[in-house]
């Protein structure tokens, strides 16, 4: 309806479809809205009848120019057509698509206000093209194509055609395989030949760069207004294809950043440890998350795991996240403590000058023993790390420190931890802990504590989705924070 520019007569629409379908009897039946240039002609279509006796028809109390039952073999149409706005109640069946002259002015600023309003939200490249034939069918034309070097390869081809009678789709591809459509780089509209259709090819360029081709196709001549907005059309679909080009080549190229900053595997033999990990990047795909997390095997029966938060997102965050991961890796071949690694890391954070971000991490080195798991840890500014043991207790294991790229003294030391057999460590990002929900953070009152302690006998990998279904659920609002939950268990 916003595309027909008719969102003033929706009420009355929905109305009269109301009294149309009183006098249809309890049969399928298929209820169709067709815009008709000055009229939009309500239809409800029943079928199957057979034995069935329908009801008679009800007379419109709405103001409709005409309205009837209709018949076609076994099909029954009850029907009516109710006038658009300054239409008068005109409707000319042989030029039912171009708008009167009457029409023009406000009415048709509105219908464009729309169209880039439609055409300006969504960033999806699949679906622009869709969005225009939808936009200019039936308003403009009664069939339009939309023609786009999707390949690459500098021929255009079809990427979305549509008819405003869908029965006539296959028909008009078919006309159209035989039609050349011209690559056009300038921008004046070239007349083409469909068939017995008058055809026009808008050209789509955006920022001097030609998108496609906008082919727009109708039995009677296209009056020079609608031909000029048609063009108008086409120089936004080809802005808001533009952008969304531009967009997906962002929010892959950010993708391939974000890859590149977690793990490409975990280690292949961990006997002893039980390991799950949960990764979710919060907002738009084109924001590169500042959380992340590794697990990588130092020598038999030794492991070193590392969660961590950025603050900020975005190339500068990444940058910082890059430097942390490989640090601890390269750091830890060449044999150093975890106390001795962070405090390297700290000052190379700092070396980056404007473009260092503080980090947030919770860092340990696993050791496998005759009797479960030894653990070294230090937290840097992290949110705490819990243990949940087999009888339910829950208990912090691990003092906070200071966090890095901040003070260029700081010094840390190591906490030890043991992790029996079913003992349970849980370490996570403040995408967890600070899930907000109205004026209360999930970890509000020992809020993560309690749900640890629901997960007695659970392996890690349930103890890690348990607690991220919970902070989804905790709010009905979407998470505004990256997430990262890393749960070590012995075996």
């Known amino acids: 309806m916003t595309a027909w520019a008719a969102t003033s007569v929706s009420a009355a629409a929905l109305r009269l479809t109301g009294e149309l379908l009183s006098g249809v009897g309890k049969v399928p039946f298929d209820i169709i809205w067709r815009h008709l240039g000055d009229a939009l002609q309500l239809e409800v279509r029943q079928k199957e009848l057979g034995e069935t006796v329908a009801p008679p028809p009800v007379v419109p109390s709405s103001p409709v120019t005409v309205w009837g039952v209709s018949f076609e073999g076994e099909l029954r149409t009850h029907w009516a057509r109710l006038p658009l706005p300054d239409s008068g109640g005109r409707v000319s069946e042989d030029d039912y698509i171009t708008p009167p002259p009457a029409a023009q002015g406000a009415g048709w600023l509105g219908y464009l ?124 679909a080809a802005l808001a294809m533009d952008n969304a080009r531009l967009y997906a080549q962002q929010a892959d190229a950010n993708r391939a950043l974000q890859r590149s900053l977690l793990p490409t595997g975990t280690p292949a033999e961990t006997p002893g440890l039980d390991y799950s990990v949960v990764y979710e990047p919060a907002g738009e795909t084109n924001e590169v998350g500042g959380d992340f997390y590794d697990l990588f095997a130092t020598g038999e029966g030794t492991w070193r795991f590392a969660i961590g938060d950025v603050c900020g997102t975005g190339p500068q965050a990444a940058a910082v996240t890059g430097l942390a991961r490989h640090t601890l890796r390269l750091l830890a071949r060449e044999g150093y403590d975890i106390a001795a690694v962070l405090s390297r ?147």
């Not at 034309?141 to 055609?161: E, N």
């Not at 840097?380 to 906070?400: C, D, I, K, N, Q």
């Not at 103890?463 to 749960?487: G, H, K, T």
């Open 113 to 236: 206000a729309d169209a880039s309003d439609l055409l300006a939200g969504t960033l999806d490249s699949d679906m622009v093209p869709a969005l225009i034939a939808q936009i200019v069918v039936p308003r403009l034309a009664a069939w339009c194509a939309v023609y786009t070097d999707a390949a690459g390869l500098g021929t255009l081809a079809p990427v979305y055609l549509w008819h405003a009678d869908e029965s006539q789709i296959d028909a008009l591809r078919e006309q159209l395989e035989d039609a050349a459509v011209p690559t056009i780089d300038n921008l004046t509209p070239v007349q083409l030949q469909v068939a017995e259709w008058q055809a026009l090819a808008f050209p789509l360029i955006a920022r001097g760069r030609s998108l496609g081709v906008l082919c727009l196709g109708r039995h009677g001549r296209f009056s020079d207004d609608v031909a000029q907005l048609a063009e108008d059309l086409g120089r936004r």
């Open 345 to 491: 890391l700290n000052r190379a954070i700092l070396d980056e000058g404007e473009r260092a971000r503080f980090l947030t991490l919770l860092h340990g080195e696993i050791r496998r023993t005759d009797d479960g798991l030894d653990l070294s840890l230090i937290s840097a500014g992290h949110p705490e790390a819990l243990r949940l043991r087999p009888s339910g207790v829950v208990e912090a294991v691990v003092t906070s420190q200071a966090l890095l790229g901040v003070f260029p003294e700081a010094e840390f030391v190591a906490d030890e931890v043991h992790l029996a057999p079913g003992d349970v460590l849980l370490g996570v990002t403040d995408g967890v802990t600070e899930r907000r929900s109205g004026s209360r953070l999930l970890d509000d009152d020992g809020g993560l504590a309690k749900l640890l302690a629901e997960c007695v006998d659970l392996s890690a990998r349930a103890v890690a989705e348990r607690i991220r279904r919970a902070v989804q659920d905790f709010a009905i609002e979407p998470s505004a924070d990256d997430l990262a939950i890393l749960v070590l268990r012995a075996d």
